[in-house]
């Protein structure tokens, strides 16, 4: 196996897809898969698990094989990929037997890098068909939505078991699976049933940050996607519906009303699915009204929102339908009308006949999709939670963060409180110590309390105030109730950190006033913006694939923002690799050349950042500069802090001169750094696969750790790994 570095995997990276630098856990997958390594991967939809087996194909001798469950799903990747001008081609039944023979033809004489074949083609015994692949010698198997293998998963599918046979036939032969959702026991039986051998986990975050959470009560729930798409005309999306009738009830009505709309679901013949869904992609529907069929044959980049007009039957499935939305990065909401009745009818569609077992599993499954719903906190803690990871309560956007919650510093008056419990002896419950703190009266009330400074320091909130607050030190550990009759609360560690003041504490309170966020929208040319997208729709029909196959609508926002005026500006441009800029890159030019000299306008290329150069070494800082300064009286024996106040500085300031000084090696990481605290950041970083920004390691971590302190972990990661 060759050996790649991290610099000549992000020029392959660039010159294949166009793309500046590695998400999620992309580049250590690839690593992995390049070493001949078996691998399990679990990346939120939209987060780029293609990458993680197609950049290997291009790298790697022979061919790469992929397995894909559905028809349309195997179009998409294949248009997508010659676009970028690989070649890559798919075997399933929609081809006639003279297309199915070319391709055969192509794979054995090398002229493909990728093919694309249903699990249904591959059966447990076939000397002819495990000869055909001998013949093209696969370098790689990937199995997408691996989920499916699994009867613990939410879309099983029995074809998917014969699969291991892949393992058995070719030993040598590196495995990735490749899923959004699954739980720990989906996972252990995902690498048990492909017969993966000591594979790597990769676990990325679920997190989809660009989609906003909402839920609604399903009352006049027609007329609020009315509306709703109405305001939201140019724009692209999707309704899922439980049944066929109500698709294409839904799809007749938002026609009626001028919405260009169509229906999609299994009763249509094949031919009508697929004529619906190409020209979805080539954004000829803005909204197609669709059952759960529609779920994994969609790989459309621009869609702007995702309406469950019914509840889903589980969180993946609701998980992965919502992550249709939003896949360029660009803000998008998920909307689910919830009903109870809903979720009875779907309790009688979860009951299997002779099959106990996955009955119980999906009836499982649905009642932590109706406490979902009914949920009283954020909807983004719940879905990661739900999936393993750890999440704040609050997150600013999802229709239960942004009506009634706000995070804020509450340190002061969580002092107030955890000292109210310490003063009078840890012995209370809640009731007593709010009423304590609010100054009551009541005869409960001890004397002996009455004269402690702290009763009646907590007149400034209510009582339902303190009790929330109450509730959330709870739960996060900082309280606790004691084991007897009394249910007395007492303090934990943490609190005692609080206390003391050595750490802050921020926690997540109701708003005085109901208040909607104000969305930042890009800062681009609109008219511009329209001018591209025609100009693309026009080379789409000219080569008959989806116009997001061109190019998708976040790099027509960027050239609509910054207007490059050459070819290689235009490489600066997310998504322009070098196939791309040579075959498309005139045309753009020419238009953005053109408006620019109508319009008067001039280009912005100054404010894009360039694509990040990856150095070989670290420049040291200059001798006797500042952060020189801090180094020696670190050496000196000087703390951070110390250092900080004799300089008159802030201790981030300091943190950023020692970091720099970590990333060219003259400071050891240790020096600064207790060996708990760097190895649970260490952690966190191969976990979140998040290797350059100190800010979701930090949400993640919580206020026990500075950012600087994150910063120069980072630095010396950096520094190792190279």
Not at 204 to 232: C, E, M, T, V
Not at 268 to 276: H, Y
Not at 372 to 392: A, H, I, S, T, V
Request: glycine fraction near 6%; charged fraction near 25%.
């Amino acid at each position: 196996m060759t050996t790649y570095t991290d610099e000549q995997l992000h020029k392959a990276l660039s010159h294949y897809f166009g793309y500046d630098t590695f998400r999620h856990t992309q580049l250590p997958i690839i690593k992995n898969v390049l070493s001949g390594n078996d691998t399990l991967a679990i990346m939120p939809t939209g987060g780029g698990k293609s990458i993680c087996y197609q950049l290997p194909a291009m790298l790697l001798p022979g061919i790469a094989i992929v397995v894909s469950p559905l028809i349309a799903l195997m179009k998409d990747q294949v248009d997508a990929l010659i676009a970028n001008g690989i070649r890559a081609a798919f075997l399933n039944s929609s081809q006639s037997q003279e297309e199915q023979q070319r391709v055969m033809r192509e794979a054995q004489s090398g002229e493909l890098k990728l093919l694309y074949i249903a699990p249904e083609r591959i059966p447990a015994n076939s000397s002819v068909f495990f000869d055909f692949l001998r013949r093209i010698g696969p370098a790689l198997f990937a199995i997408d939505e691996a989920h499916c293998i699994s009867s613990w998963g939410h879309d099983f599918r029995p074809e998917y078991l014969k699969l291991a046979v892949l393992k058995e036939q070719f030993p040598s032969v590196p495995v990735i699976a490749l899923t959004a959702s699954a739980d720990k026991v989906t996972q252990q039986d995902i690498a048990d049933k492909l017969a993966l051998r000591t594979p790597k986990l990769f676990l990325s975050s679920f997190n989809r940050p660009n989609i906003h959470y909402y839920i609604l009560p399903k009352k006049n729930a027609l007329g609020h996607i009315i509306d709703y798409i109405k305001q939201h005309k140019s724009d692209s999306g999707i309704i899922y519906a439980l049944s066929r009738a109500s698709t294409e009830e839904i799809a007749t009505t938002l026609k009626l009303q001028g919405v260009n709309a169509a229906a999609y679901h299994a009763g249509m013949d094949s031919a009508e699915r697929s004529r619906v869904q190409e020209a979805f992609q080539r954004d000829e529907y803005n909204v197609v009204v669709a059952t759960i069929a529609f779920g994994m044959g969609i790989d459309k980049s621009n869609v702007r929102f995702v309406i469950h007009y019914d509840v889903s039957k589980n969180i993946e499935g609701y998980y992965q339908e919502t992550g249709r939305a939003g896949r360029d990065g660009l803000k998008s909401d998920a909307i689910l009308f919830y009903s109870p009745g809903d979720i009875m009818k779907l309790r009688k569609f979860a009951q299997i006949d002779d099959n106990p077992q996955q009955s119980a599993i999906s009836l499982r499954k649905l009642q932590l999709m109706q406490d979902y719903c009914e949920n009283d906190g954020c909807r983004r803690q719940y879905l990661m939670q739900y999936f393993g990871e750890q999440f704040p309560a609050y997150c600013g956007s999802c229709d239960y963060c942004q009506s009634s919650l706000e995070e804020k510093d509450a340190t002061e008056d969580a002092q107030k409180l955890l000292s109210a419990i310490a003063r009078t002896g840890e012995r209370y419950g809640a009731n007593y110590i709010i009423d304590f703190l609010r100054g009551s009266a009541a005869e409960k009330i001890q004397t002996a309390h009455r004269d402690l400074k702290t009763w009646g320091v907590g007149k400034n909130l209510k009582k339902e105030e303190w009790q929330w607050m109450m509730q959330q030190l709870l739960n996060g550990g900082y309280i606790k109730r004691s084991t007897d009759e009394y249910a007395g609360l007492n303090l934990t560690d943490k609190a005692w950190k609080i206390l003391r003041g050595e750490a802050r504490l921020k926690l997540v309170m109701k708003k005085p006033v109901r208040e909607q966020p104000v969305l930042q929208e890009p800062d681009y040319d609109i008219r511009l913006f329209e001018a591209l997208k025609e100009l693309r729709a026009a080379m789409a029909t000219s080569e008959n694939v989806p116009a997001y196959a061109i190019v998708a609508d976040n790099a027509i926002v960027e050239l609509a923002t910054y207007l490059p005026v050459n070819f290689e500006e235009l490489k600066h441009i997310s998504g322009f690799g070098d196939y791309k800029v040579s075959r498309y890159g005139a045309a753009f030019i020419s238009a953005i050349g053109r408006y620019m000299a109508e319009y008067k306008v001039p280009s912005k290329m100054h404010f894009k950042k360039p694509k990040p150069v990856k150095k070989e070494r670290t420049e040291k800082p200059a001798p006797g500069s500042s952060m020189d300064m801090s180094l020696q009286l670190f050496n000196e024996g000087a703390s951070i802090e110390e250092i900080a106040e004799q300089r008159r500085l802030s201790v981030g300031t300091i943190e950023g001169h020692l970091a720099a000084f970590i990333a060219s090696g003259d400071l050891s990481i240790t020096k600064v750094l207790p060996f708990d605290k760097l190895r649970a950041i260490l952690e966190m970083v191969e976990t979140t696969g998040q290797y350059t920004a100190a800010k979701p390691i930090k949400d993640l971590l919580g206020d026990d750790y500075t950012y600087g302190e994150i910063r120069m972990v980072l630095e010396h990661y950096k520094r190792t790994k190279r």
